[in-house]
């Protein structure tokens, strides 16, 4: 079907994205694995076509475009090519973009913007914790007064851009004695002493990105680091969760569209008792399921964008929107590494890779239950107070 909601400006940009892939991404993938990391060539390279300030204003290096469609372009074209590229990008582009802009003084901006839109400055958002990721209000790592600063310490762990990250947001608890939400984000710059990084992590999907543990002892910050106000931290991140949540659903789908497109392809082609293993009634019946409920999420995700836009997008429309992508995409690549055979277990096959690849979508930016959580509050049905979150 049609999908009604582009005008010729999101055509255009949708060709520039998918050039960059072309000629930027998929020609260095296979280091991009070896190495665990992008490099800083490829960043650069989208910032320098555009790419990477798509959310700041013109007056800092951005191209100022107040409309998630194109942030849903891009997420979609890099979903297609693997869901890493995606997940990467989108945590700068879309997850920290905001609060630079949003919470960021003149001063911080000035700072850290150009570099973020010329792709010389990488960025990062560390919440999760060795100790637990769920439970955002239980955090450990804190950050004490020191004179006119801070003293950060604490570890970091499962942090996507991590290890290249020039720049990390870090959520710290700041004033135990008044209770579980006293957290404060700070900005902290690599180079900073005490900030080490640990192991780039390895993990059963997504080898393109890095993933990395962060530790931060006895790191002195200035004033000029706190991003926000003090103690403001909590509702900072939950008012931006939901828009990280709805690039994590345009990731979802668009990465099982695309697999379940080659499939289709495949399954034409391949034969098994002189026929196509696609014409066979029970693969037939899986792919046209398939086909079915791709086509009808993407009508609903097309809708969640719209109601972003028009501002209307609520917490729990994210959620619920994280939570049904997540659902049909493991589903649709499951089925899809049925249909390759033995060639779908295969680890250098694109559909194992893809299946690996998504399983972690149940699990971060908010898992499953997590998600469930948050809609069957929004129901009125109680449950956990809101401490509960999350990344
Ligand atoms: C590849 C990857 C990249 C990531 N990138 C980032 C990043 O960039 N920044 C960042 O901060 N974090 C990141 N994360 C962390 C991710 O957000 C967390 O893993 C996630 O929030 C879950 O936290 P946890 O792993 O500590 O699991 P836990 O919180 O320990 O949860 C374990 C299990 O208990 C369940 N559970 C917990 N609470 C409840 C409840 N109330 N009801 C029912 N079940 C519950 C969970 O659903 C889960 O199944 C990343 C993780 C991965 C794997």
Known sequence: MRRTIFDESHD??????????????????EKHVAERAFGRGMWRELGRRGLLGLNVPVAHGGSGRADPRYSMILGEELSKLAFAYSSCVGIHVDCVAPYLVDLGTEEQQRRWLPGFCSGELVTALAMTEPTGGSDLAALRTT????????L???????????WSADLVLVAARTS??????????????TGTPGFERGRKLDKIGQPEADTAELFFSAVRLGPEHVLGEVDGGFPALM???ALERLGAAVNNLAHARQILDET??????????????????ANRFTLAELATEVQVTQAYLDTCVMEQLHGRFTPADAAAAKLWTARVQNSVLDACLQLWGGSGYLSESRVA???????????W?????????????????????PRARAH
């Open 12 to 29: 255009a940009f949708r060709e520039v994205c998918r050039a960059v892939v072309d000629e930027v991404l998929r020609p260095d993938q």
């Open 152 to 162: 950060l310490e604490g570890t970091k762990t499962y942090i996507t851009n991590g």
């Open 176 to 189: 135990p004695e008044k209770g579980a939400h006293e957290i404060t984000l700070f900005a902290v710059e």
């Open 239 to 241: 008012q931006r969760l």
């Open 365 to 385: 930016a908010g898992t499953d239950e997590i998600m469930k959580e948050i809609i069957g509050r929004d129901l009125g049905l109680g449950g956990q107070p």
């Open 264 to 281: 289709l392809e495949h399954v034409r082609e391949r034969h098994a008792f002189g026929q196509p293993i696609g014409s066979f009634q």
């Open 143 to 150: 950050a004490v007064r020191d004179g006119d600063g801070w």
């Open 353 to 363: 890779r893809a299946w690996a690849d998504a399983r972690v979508s149940r699990i």
